[in-house]
């Protein structure tokens, strides 16, 4: 069983903005010296980078949607799609017919 970490969350908030690739309130020399002296956050470290790793792997960018969904959300409200005045002020439907 691994050894508790006394100030793990002063630790592990610092390893993971490290991962996320954001400033950390502690240098890398006092954190790579911490997880030298600190089974408990190496270990949780070592888990935490196979996690993040496998996130950015296992989820390709999807195909972008932005339009179809405007143009959905957009249909619903704009009276140019049942025949009536178009009350959109920046019309962005994808088969608009008001000519905005």
Do not use: F
């Amino acid at each position: 069983m691994t050894a508790r970490c006394l100030e793990a969350e002063r630790w592990r908030d610092a390893l993971s903005a490290r991962l996320d690739g954001e400033e950390s309130p502690l240098s890398d020399a006092e954190l790579d010296r911490h997880l030298l002296r600190c089974p408990a956050c190496a270990e949780w470290y070592a888990e935490s980078q196979r996690v993040s790793a496998h996130l950015h792997c296992a989820s390709p960018a999807g195909p972008d949607l932005s339009r179809q969904l405007i143009g959905a959300t957009e249909a619903h409200i704009c009276g140019c799609h049942h025949g009536e005045p178009c009350e959109c002020t920046d019309c962005q439907c994808v088969d608009c017919t008001c000519g905005n």
